[in-house]
Nanobody, 127 residues
Framework: QVQLVESGGGLVEAGGSLRLSCAAS????????MGWFRQAPGGEREFVAA???????YYRESVKGRFTISRDNAKNTVDLQMSNLKPDDAAEYYC?????????????????????WGQGTQVTVST
């Protein structure tokens, strides 16, 4: 079993910044990718950003240049620095892990391919 705990959500004005953090514990092993997804009310869970064990990063188009994902393999943590937030970024943000065949493999953007999730952290963007 793997446990994921997110933190760092909150209320921010449009144009502001937030930093989300996620810590993984349990039988994580090594070589896994970590990622962030989000889900707005009534919407589906969608890919935001991911980083594989080698540190290669992937982003959805709408957050490129505004969000930065990073990880610390020794601490089993992943962060998401979000800047210039927009109302469309408001959602519940979830951290996930995905085991891949290679430390440099590209993670899937399909949430069904991610096995474990945290409880989520709410991001609200006011105008």
């Amino acid at each position: 079993q793997v446990q994921l705990v997110e933190s760092g959500g909150g209320l921010v004005e449009a144009g502001g910044s937030l930093r989300l953090s996620c810590a993984a514990s349990g039988r994580t092993g090594s070589g896994y990718a970590m990622g962030w997804f989000r889900q707005a009310p009534g919407g589906e869970r969608e890919f935001v950003a991911a980083i594989n064990w080698a540190g290669i990063t992937y982003y959805r188009e709408s957050v490129k240049g505004r969000f930065t994902i990073s990880r610390d393999n020794a601490k089993n943590t992943v962060d998401l620095q979000m800047s210039n937030l927009k109302p469309d970024d408001a959602a519940e943000y979830y951290c996930g892990v995905q085991w891949l065949g290679s430390m440099r493999a590209q993670p899937s953007r399909n949430p069904e391919a991610w096995r474990y999730w945290g409880q989520g952290t709410q991001v609200t963007v006011s105008t």
